[in-house]
């Protein structure tokens, strides 16, 4: 972000940010129900989870048949950057008490996006509410109708939706892929991952490919 | 189920509790940092590859595939979200209309 917005621009970016986001809330109503989750489970974890990668992830390893926990446990692990979010946004929006329990809830990628660029706390604060605000009612309320839709639909092999998961996920990844190391990250993890699919219950090949995060952050540390 | 969606409601949100809790020495070391930016990469892709290839134990190459083609396809021409994601369900559909695999 080269320049900085006025007031009126911050929310306006936000709420745009929030409608753009309401389009993965739908993919994730509609894929939830069709990997077997109900609408109210579905519904649920957009309301309480509210981080979308998690969300997703919980989903494709329930698809793929894996145990509901290890789609959490894989969940959680996706989780841990939103503590990073948090570390950078503690100072910058300087709330406290129940202030800070309430935004907490907010922290997201979008949220983080729109407010670790801003040069005051007032901007910050205008940011990170307007985009954490809106992109938490337009998630939700995509959510139920994404699901609610999902459940009329017919087979999810016969409408490619097994192969929507896969694309959801890609898009996810892309905008992480612009370094070396992480294109090599990313293929190694995918090979660790398929290479255990044989040997393993469904949700762990997708556990195991995390330590290959653990071993090039390692590796790259001790050069 | 139930269970899953509860525990991961409950860590995520102590996740996002603890950044902004906890003092910023504790977890800005360079180590940490590096990989809480690598895990993502790391999980999405891995996901990518099981919700593709993988059939149960098995490693299958179906329509699937072509889908993430597509998705690939799409990405590439800056597609937004939905687009993507349509595109690559419809692609496999298709894939499996025609030479019904």
New interface residues.
């Given amino acids: 972000m080269s320049s900085r917005p006025p007031d009126g621009g911050i929310v306006r970016d936000g709420v745009a940010v929030g409608i753009?986001t309401g389009?993965?809330g739908?993919?994730f109503g509609a894929i939830a129900v069709t990997s077997?989750?109900?609408v109210a489970?579905a519904c649920?974890?957009s309301?309480?989870?509210?981080?979308g990668?998690?969300?997703?992830?919980?989903v494709?390893?329930?698809?793929?048949?894996g145990a509901?926990?290890s789609?959490?446990a894989?969940?959680?692990?996706?989780?841990?950057?939103?503590?990073?979010?948090?570390?950078r946004?503690?100072?910058l929006l300087a709330w406290t008490g129940w202030r800070?329990?309430g935004?907490?809830?907010l922290?997201i990628d979008e949220s983080t996006a729109m407010s670790v660029t801003r040069g005051t706390t007032e901007e910050a604060r205008v940011g990170f509410l307007s985009a954490g605000l809106s992109v938490f009612v337009l998630w939700n309320l995509a959510t139920l109708i994404g699901a609610v839709a999902g459940e009329s639909l017919g087979d999810p092999?016969?409408?490619?939706?097994?192969?929507?998961?896969?694309?959801?996920?890609?898009?996810?990844?892309?905008p992480?892929?612009h370094t070396r190391?992480?294109q090599v990250?990313?293929?190694?993890?995918?090979?660790?991952?398929?290479g255990v699919?044989?040997?393993t219950a469904?949700g762990v090949?997708?556990l195991?490919?995390?330590a290959?995060?653990?071993l090039?952050?390692?590796l790259?540390?001790s050069r | 189920m139930w269970t899953a969606v509860i525990v991961s409601g409950i860590g995520c949100y102590l996740l996002k509790i603890a950044g902004m809790s906890v003092p910023p020495k504790i977890l800005q070391n360079p180590l940490v940092e590096r990989v809480a930016d690598l895990l993502p990469v790391a999980l999405l892709s891995a996901l990518i590859a099981v919700q593709v290839f993988a059939s149960g134990h098995e490693l299958v190459v179906d329509a699937r595939l072509v889908g993430l083609g597509v998705a690939v396809g799409a990405l590439l021409l800056r597609a937004p979200f939905l687009v993507v994601v349509i595109a690559a369900a419809g692609a496999a559909a298709l894939t499996r209309l025609w030479f019904g695999g």
């Fill in positions: 753009a389009a993965y739908l993919s077997g989750l109900s489970q649920a974890l309301l309480l989870t509210f981080t990668a998690s969300q997703f992830a919980l494709g390893v329930v698809a793929a048949g509901p926990m789609g959490a894989t969940a959680l692990l996706l989780g841990t950057r939103n503590a990073l979010y948090g570390l946004l503690a100072p800070r329990l935004a907490a809830h922290v092999a016969d409408l490619g939706l097994d192969a929507a998961v896969g694309a959801a996920f890609l898009a996810l990844l892309w992480r892929l190391t992480n990250v990313a293929v190694l993890a995918a090979a660790v991952a398929l699919v044989p040997f469904a090949p997708v195991a490919a995390g290959v995060a653990l090039a952050g390692v790259r540390s």
